[in-house]
């Protein structure tokens, strides 16, 4: 089975817009983003012995981009993205390719925008910043299948 690298360029993030089903739109314009899983370590030490086993998980979806205004070209500001923040909301995202092949990574889940910054500097395009606190119950990685 021949293998298929995942580019980065190729793996965008998208926020629902909470229809069912959802429609998704595209977060603009993004520079980078990643999924972070962390499962704490509980650790024990008695005098039987020492061990540590796993604790709680936690996912977060860090990302960064470029801001930019395009009425020409669907997708969320960074400017949506603090309004959102601003109000607390849990939403749905997804991270996937735009049009997905068979076998591409495909992950979903529910959560909020714990940071969203911008960042303004003279003779530099406009930055930002955000961070989603993920509702592990509802994070799902599948591989992309075109027939279901």
């Known amino acids: 089975m021949a293998k298929r690298?995942?580019?980065?360029?190729?793996?965008?993030?998208?926020?629902s817009d909470g229809a069912t089903p959802d429609v998704w739109q595209p977060v603009m314009c993004l520079t980078q983003n990643a999924v972070n899983i962390a499962v704490a370590d509980i650790n024990s030490n008695t005098l039987c012995g020492s061990g540590?086993?796993?604790g709680q998980v936690t996912i977060e979806v860090p990302f960064q981009g470029e801001g930019f205004v395009d009425l020409d070209v669907p997708g969320v500001s960074?400017?949506?993205?603090?309004?959102?923040?601003?109000?607390r909301e849990v939403k749905r995202w997804k991270i996937s390719p735009v049009e997905p092949k068979e076998n591409d990574e495909i992950h979903t889940f529910e959560g909020y925008l714990s940071q969203a910054d911008k960042s303004m500097q003279v003779d530099n395009p406009v930055t930002f910043t955000c961070?989603?606190?993920?509702?592990?119950?509802?994070?799902?990685?599948?591989?992309?299948?075109e027939t279901t």
């Open 78 to 87: 960074i400017s949506e993205l603090q309004a959102i923040a601003i109000s």
């Open 52 to 54: 540590s086993t796993p």
């Open 5 to 15: 690298a995942i580019r980065p360029e190729d793996m965008f993030l998208f926020l």
């Open 131 to 145: 961070n989603i606190k993920v509702d592990t119950t509802t994070y799902d990685a599948q591989p992309f299948n």
